[in-house]
Every structure is written in C-alpha cells, then in structure tokens.
C-alpha cells in the first residue's frame, strides 16, 4: 500500500460525492474506521522538526498487533522506540533525508517488538499537506517481511547445498520444462542455466534414448525413477550417467515438479567395457577369443530365426602358419 505523493488533507475532506454531504467529524471517524480495519499496519506521526523528530499521533490495529505496543503506549512516542542494535544505520539516514526533503521513502529494516523480539519490516512514508502546501503529517504503511525473508534464507542456502552437490541436478516442472539446475550439471554438460531454463531436457539424449527419458517422467505409479543411460555433452561428445529421478507432489498430492540427480559413470563404463574385452578378446591379436566366438555364433543363429535370414559362416586358415612364426617371428604372426 502507497500514500499519493500529492495527498492533502483537502483531497481527504473533499473526496466524497457532491451530492452526498458527511459532516467533517463523520468523515474522520470514517477514516479512522476505515484505517482500524486494514490488514496492513499504519502509523501517523506529525511533521515535528525538533530533536525527537516526529512523534506517533495514531496507530491502527494491525501495527500495535505487530510491534507488540498498545495505542497509549505509542502516543507521543518517536518511531524510534522500535529501532535497536540490528537496525540498519544507513537505511535510517535515507529515511531522516526523505523526510528533510519532504518526499516519500521506502525502504527495508530490522525493528524491534515491544519485549525486544527483532522482526524484518518494510515500510513507506508519505508526507500529507495542508491547503498551503505545508506538511502537516507523515503516514507510514508497514508490512512484516519476516517470514518471508526466513522463507528467502532457506531458499538460499538449499541453492548453495544443491550447487556444492557434486551430483547433476535438475528441477523441471510438472510440463517437463526446466527451472533449476545446478553447478555440476554445467561442468559435466557444457551448457550453461541461460541455455536451458525452460527447455525440456531431451537435448542432453541419445536418440535411442527418447522414450525411456519420457517414460521416466510420465511413471506416475512410482515417485522415483532410476536408470542408466547415455548422454550428449553440448560438444557432441558422450557421457553416461547413473540417474533417479523423483516425482514432487503439491498439496493436493499431483506431481508439480520432477527433481533428476545424475553422476558421471562415463568412467567405470569405460573400465567395464575394458573389462570386457579382455574377457572376450585375445590379448595378443586383439581379435574375438573361443568363448566369444560361440557367443556372436548364438546370438546371429538366434537372429536368423527371429528375422528368417540366413546368416553366413566364413572360416579362414593359414597353411604352414608355424613356418611364419619360425621364420619371422611371433610378433609378425600375430600381425598376420
């Protein structure tokens, strides 16, 4: 809520009807209720130049409800019973500026309640004149921001969690859109968060890999998800991934959000697959060993049935292969 710049108390005794005369008293006993009833918390000071600056000559309900002062305790007071040691200085030296200079201020601080408990506020003042142009009062509308900066500390510090997680993360909406990812995702991934807030994260799968992202996300029977998959750096390259994914419900239990924790595996895939050569190649040629063999024998005889092709065998030999070993070697036979 602001105060008009140009608020005067004849813009506030003359802004009824014409056709409706309410006597001067009626109207500030309407203002006054008017002002009683608002959610917000308002205090009127006068325009006093003096040491004590001005000094409190109204305050509605809702701001003794939250600074803990009844109404005498607050008449004649400073707003200045309210600062304390974690009032911001420099904030309070705008607000005595604005008020020399005769013009509005807004601003943010820490007050304290009447048994000393500190609350965050933010608060405007508006100077209201006389027909003279001459200020008379200030009004001061306040709202206690408390929760709301708790609310943006918390915030915060779950973004920095998040941020020093040396696991990928990624926040899409319930339309699978992106809204949060972290500082790890953009190491592993190469793309940076103005790249890719609001994009649907396709962009980082393998073509074979669309359905089983989508999948993942429209599984509602389970609130979490895990797969191994291939992805694709924003430079082509490939990385794997072991990744869970977890379903976020709002209050009324439907999924809001999807929340995706990734780590690099693209490591112990490479191990595995070395593994897996040395188990099923020859460590000198290089070439499929007898147990392998079998297994690629197995695996086309059971494509051919699949597919009802036929598959063909051909088996090549080297006659007198020893002389060559003799002659030349084995390292030469083995590049033979």
């Excluded at 490939?238 to 999807?258: K, R, T």
């Excluded at 040395?278 to 494509?303: C, F, M, P, V």
Aim: include cysteine; charge should be negative; hydrophobic fraction near 35%.
């Amino acid at each position: 809520m602001r105060i008009n710049d140009n608020l005067s108390m004849s813009s506030i005794s003359n802004h009824a009807n014409e056709n409706l005369i309410i006597p001067y008293e009626d109207k500030a006993l309407l203002f006054q209720a008017a002002l009683g009833q608002t959610y917000s918390p308002i205090v009127i000071t006068d325009a006093n130049k003096g040491v004590v600056g001005p000094r409190i000559i109204y305050a509605n309900h809702a701001f003794q409800n939250m600074t803990g002062y009844t109404m005498d305790e607050l008449l004649g007071q400073s707003p200045k019973i309210l600062q304390g040691p974690l009032t911001d200085k420099n904030v309070i030296d705008q607000l005595r500026t604005c008020i020399n200079a005769g013009i509005p201020f807004e601003g943010t601080t820490i007050n304290y309640e009447r048994n000393g408990n500190p609350y965050n506020v933010e608060w405007s003042i508006s100077p209201i004149k006389d027909n003279s142009g001459v200020i008379q009062y200030y009004i001061s509308v306040q709202r206690n921001i408390t929760a709301f900066i708790q609310a943006q500390k918390e915030r915060n510090l779950l973004i920095r969690a998040l941020n020093d997680s040396p696991d990928c993360v990624i926040i899409t909406d319930s339309d699978n859109k992106i809204v949060f990812i972290n500082t790890s995702f953009e190491t592993l991934t190469g793309y940076q968060a103005t790249e890719v807030i609001g994009k649907h994260p396709s962009f980082l799968w393998i073509e074979s890999e669309q359905k089983l992202g989508t999948d993942a996300r429209q599984s509602n029977d389970h609130l979490h998800f895990q797969t191994h998959k291939p992805n694709v750096r924003k430079n082509g390259t490939l990385f794997y991934v072991d990744q869970s994914i977890a379903h976020i419900q709002d209050e009324s239990v439907n999924v809001s959000h999807f929340v995706s924790f990734s780590r690099d595996s693209t490591d112990r895939i490479s191990k595995e697959n070395a593994l897996k050569d040395l188990a099923a190649k020859d460590a000198l040629t290089e070439l499929n060993n007898r147990r392998s063999g079998e297994q690629l024998l197995i695996h086309y005889d059971q494509h051919k049935k699949h597919h009802g092709k036929p598959v063909c065998l051909v088996m090549l030999d080297i006659d007198d292969f020893k002389k060559i070993n003799d002659k030349y070697g084995h390292i030469a036979g083995d590049l033979v």
